[in-house]
């Protein structure tokens, strides 16, 4: 096998490492990135209950207007 | 990150047998209300009512109102359940048609008005308002593709024409013609319409208040029905979200429209990411789909509201009711469906959200151009054209 051949082997290798390592980092990111929304569908009942609130924000929205003019 | 808590599932089983006593007597109250519109009409202009309706020929005056109507009660179902209502008295299809995907945009503003409550928080605000207003992009587009053709070749209208013939048996829905909600709704507007003869009311004066009666049954109703559901229902829509997380847009769609249909409003559904994208946990995109659902789930009240018309408009109004389910799903298979279109709503929501953190008062122009300029606008060109 030449020089060249030899390297481009290498650098094959080194590339197929690196996507398995960046295909096992994508999964656990998945993986915290879903039990996060596990948890925060767990509160649900706490979001719900902030669907009716366009008084508030419509309020909050006049305040934050008012500072910015 | 936010410890586990034990998640409330079940809650739903253990939901008040009284709440549901309750649930169905309000949807018995909605079919009464849509009948009570139509019975209105009838009694007010004998069978004339389609007359009434003559000068209600532009499309875009019909996208308007429903488009101002829902945006005012912010609540779709209950615009569409009233056009239901509408048709059954003789409001022509083709005019009650845009006046559906009107509701649509009207139905925007809610969650858009709800993500402003995040207005000072800066990057939690910019993925919340974009979390809203990636519906409204989605709806606007919709009409901006399907409108024209309906009014080119009235498409809509001949699918839920098509589709209303196979479900429609003798004089009202029923299966297999067999009529099984004239004996339910008849009761009450017989007792109503006796009584405002008793007391001495014209059939003018009767049918006309009939009709408002009906229109303010619906809206309570919805009203109750929602709040109800909501509290019921939270459990179950858990249940649903935790089974679509991880599993890509279908599943995601699926959820909302299953949430919409279990608390019977979009407004809530779209409302509910609001919080959830503000919070970073959600991203746009996965979102997206669910927001959709809501379109397609909200679909269910117009359905549930066109069975209970009696009469000879009762194919009608199964028509427009079927024409909205039929119009959101081809708004989701269309433009969710092209790449091309499906990445607009986003880029565009993102887009605007990026600038209304810097200025607020964007957001003031935006919902003034979207809700009040544009519709003017378009009702005063298609007047000069003639349309």
């Known amino acids: 096998m030449t020089d060249m051949a030899l390297q481009k082997e290498l650098l094959?290798?080194?590339?197929?490492?690196?996507?398995?390592?960046?295909?096992?980092?994508?999964?656990?990111?998945?993986?915290?990135?879903?039990?996060?929304?596990?948890?925060m569908i767990d509160h649900l009942e706490d979001y719900i209950d902030e669907v009716h609130t366009e008084a508030y924000g419509l309020k909050e929205y006049w305040t934050a207007l008012k500072t910015e003019i | 990150m936010t410890d586990v808590l034990p998640g409330r599932h079940g809650q739903t089983s253990s939901g008040s047998w009284g709440q549901w006593f309750a649930i169905a007597g309000l949807v018995?109250?909605?079919?009464?209300?849509?009948?009570?519109?139509?019975?209105?009409?009838?009694?007010?202009?004998?069978?004339?009512?389609?007359?009434?309706?003559?000068?209600?020929?532009?499309?875009?005056?019909?996208?308007?109102?429903?488009?101002?109507?829902?945006?005012?009660?912010?609540?779709?179902?209950?615009?569409?359940?009233?056009?239901?209502?509408?048709v059954a008295g003789g409001?022509?299809?083709?005019?009650?048609?845009?006046?559906?995907?009107?509701?649509?945009?009207?139905?925007?503003?809610?969650?858009?008005?709800?993500?402003?409550?995040?207005?000072?928080?800066?990057?939690?605000?910019?993925?919340?308002?974009?979390?809203?207003?990636?519906?409204?992009?989605?709806?606007?587009?919709?009409?901006?593709?399907?409108?024209?053709?309906?009014?080119?070749?009235?498409?809509?209208?001949?699918?839920?024409?098509?589709?209303?013939?196979?479900?429609?048996?003798?004089?009202?829905?029923?299966?297999?013609?067999?009529?099984?909600?004239?004996?339910?709704?008849?009761?009450?507007i017989n007792l109503a319409e006796g009584t405002l003869e008793r007391f001495g009311a014209s059939d003018v004066v009767a049918g006309i208040l009939m009709i408002f009666i009906g229109i303010g049954m619906i809206f309570l109703?919805?009203?109750?029905?929602?709040?109800?559901?909501?509290?019921?229902?939270?459990?179950?829509?858990?249940?649903?979200?935790?089974?679509?997380?991880?599993?890509?847009?279908?599943?995601g769609l699926a959820s909302g429209t299953l949430i919409t249909v279990l608390v019977q409003s979009s407004s809530t559904t779209t409302s509910l990411i609001v919080p959830l994208a503000g919070s970073g946990v959600f991203?746009?995109?996965?979102?997206?789909?669910?927001?959709?659902?809501?379109?397609?789930?909200?679909?269910?009240?117009?359905?549930?509201?066109?069975?209970?018309?009696?009469?000879?408009?009762?194919?009608?109004?199964?028509?427009?009711?079927?024409?909205?389910?039929?119009?959101?799903s081809l708004g989701v298979l269309v433009v969710y469906g092209i790449p091309f279109l499906r990445n607009i709503p986003p880029q565009l929501a993102e887009w605007l959200s990026g600038l209304a953190v810097k200025k607020k008062i964007y957001v003031a122009a935006y919902i003034g151009t979207v809700f009040f300029l544009v519709p003017s606008a378009l009702i005063a060109l298609s007047e000069t054209m003639g349309i």
């Open chain 2, 283 to 328: 991203s746009l995109r996965q979102i997206y789909p669910f927001t959709l659902g809501a379109n397609i789930g909200t679909c269910i009240t117009a359905l549930l509201a066109a069975t209970a018309v009696v009469g000879g408009n009762a194919y009608f109004a199964l028509q427009v009711a079927l024409v909205h389910l039929v119009y959101n």
């Open chain 2, 28 to 86: 018995y109250v909605l079919l009464v209300a849509v009948a009570t519109i139509g019975g209105g009409f009838k009694l007010a202009t004998g069978d004339q009512a389609r007359e009434l309706f003559a000068f209600a020929s532009n499309p875009i005056t019909a996208l308007v109102i429903g488009t101002i109507a829902t945006a005012l009660i912010q609540s779709s179902s209950t615009v569409t359940s009233i056009i239901v209502g509408l």
């Open chain 2, 221 to 251: 109703s919805i009203s109750f029905i929602g709040r109800l559901l909501k509290e019921l229902m939270t459990g179950r829509a858990k249940d649903i979200m935790h089974y679509a997380v991880g599993r890509g847009p279908v599943s």
């Open chain 2, 91 to 188: 409001l022509p299809v083709e005019i009650a048609i845009p006046m559906v995907m009107g509701s649509n945009i009207g139905t925007t503003i809610t969650n858009t008005i709800v993500s402003l409550g995040h207005v000072r928080q800066g990057e939690e605000f910019k993925r919340a308002f974009a979390a809203a207003t990636i519906h409204d992009f989605f709806n606007v587009i919709c009409v901006i593709i399907f409108l024209p053709l309906e009014i080119m070749f009235g498409f809509l209208q001949k699918v839920g024409a098509y589709l209303a013939s196979f479900l429609v048996g003798g004089e009202n829905v029923s299966m297999g013609g067999f009529n099984f909600i004239k004996p339910l709704v008849s009761p009450p």
């Open chain 1, 12 to 39: 094959r290798e080194k590339i197929t490492q690196v996507e398995v390592t960046l295909a096992n980092l994508q999964d656990r990111f998945e993986m915290l990135e879903e039990e996060e929304q596990h948890n």
